[in-house]
């Protein structure tokens, strides 16, 4: 009998250990103390099965983390501006950069270069242009580039469409111009520094001479801390770029072609700025030249992967609306 009782006793503690299990495993951790009050012949046994399961789970290494999901929101902009002193470009999160620095030639960041001029061609017949100037000297050039005034872009779906050009609008051709979109770490010394980026070159640079578009993720801003893949073309005209990245996976779409993948290590890694601009890589000639980049809408959809298709409907759907600008991101 004594040895009757000790086995209903063990088959008890035993079914009660399984309980027990379950309601840590569902994340009822407030109903333990409980538990031990209700079960105190099971407590020594519960408080081992709860060490052993810490012991063995892993501990997550700093680069393994991943980046939790912004909440959904979207932010949609067709640049519908008067000009680059029009008060609700600021209002909508957009500065003109005039700081000084690089890339390119060094301190040459102008306002006059942005407009918003009509194109026929242009999806609601408006664009942001981005106009750099050069007569082949540091003080004859400008330089240009708009960006967002704070870092409210993370994970998901980045696109728009811009018009890449292989040839200045005045001016003999042959510069090594850089036409960006990309979305970067607000401070370059951050522990999480990302950057993702698009940078079209029609007449190549640094040593080389063919047309080529670089997209490049960076894991610091130490010089070769990237990941990129070159495409050797020429895409004079409008395209659609887009980037999506989620889950510690980024990839880089040219319209519907993919053209690049990377993991977590040069995913982002913290909230980034969006910006578009055009540089110089250096001054190889003289003479007058003006080239302009265009930009006929930007569109990000936060914590989502999202098709070329779906992204083209939601805009399709904010022109059909009459909406040149919405922004629903958590914070905005």
Do not use: C
């Not at 020429?234 to 980024?250: Q, V, Y």
Request: glycine share 10%.
């Amino acid at each position: 009998m004594a040895s009757a009782r000790r086995s209903r006793s063990r088959g008890r503690t035993i079914v009660d250990l399984l309980v027990f299990v379950v309601i840590v495993a569902v994340g009822g951790a407030g109903l333990v103390p409980l538990w031990h009050f209700l079960h105190p012949e099971a407590s020594k046994a519960s408080t081992a099965v709860v060490a052993a399961t810490r012991a063995a789970a892993p501990a997550a290494s700093p680069g393994s983390r991943q980046p939790a999901l912004q909440p959904d929101g979207v932010m949609f902009d067709d640049f519908h501006y008067t000009g680059s002193d029009d008060p609700a470009l600021q209002a909508h999160g957009w500065q003109i950069r005039t700081d000084p620095g690089g890339p390119g030639i060094q301190n040459t960041w102008t306002t006059s270069g942005i407009s918003f001029p009509t194109v026929a061609s242009a999806q609601g017949g408006q664009v942001l242009q981005l106009q750099l100037k050069s007569n082949g000297t540091k003080g004859g050039t400008q330089q240009t580039e708009l960006k967002s005034s704070q870092a409210d872009f993370y994970t998901g779906t980045y696109a728009a469409r811009v018009y890449f050009t292989d040839a200045p609008a005045v001016g003999p051709n042959g510069d090594h111009i850089n036409e960006a979109f990309y979305a970067i770490s607000p401070a370059t010394e951050s522990a999480q520094y990302s950057e993702l980026d698009y940078e079209y070159m029609p007449n190549g640079g640094w040593g080389s001479a063919r047309p080529e578009l670089d997209t490049t993720s960076w894991h610091s801003s130490r010089a070769g801390d990237r990941v990129y893949s070159p495409l050797y073309s020429r895409i004079h005209g409008w395209h659609t770029l887009m980037i999506t990245s989620l889950h510690g996976e980024t990839t880089y779409w040219l319209d519907d072609h993919q053209l690049f993948t990377n993991g977590a290590t040069y995913s982002p890694r913290q909230p980034v700025d969006v910006a578009f601009s055009t540089w110089l890589i250096d001054l190889p000639f003289a003479g007058q030249r003006d080239w302009n980049m265009q930009v006929n809408w930007f569109y990000y959809h936060a914590g989502q992967v999202q098709s070329l298709h779906e992204v083209q409907q939601a805009v399709q759907g904010y022109y059909a609306k009459g909406s040149n600008y919405v922004n629903t991101l958590t914070g905005s």
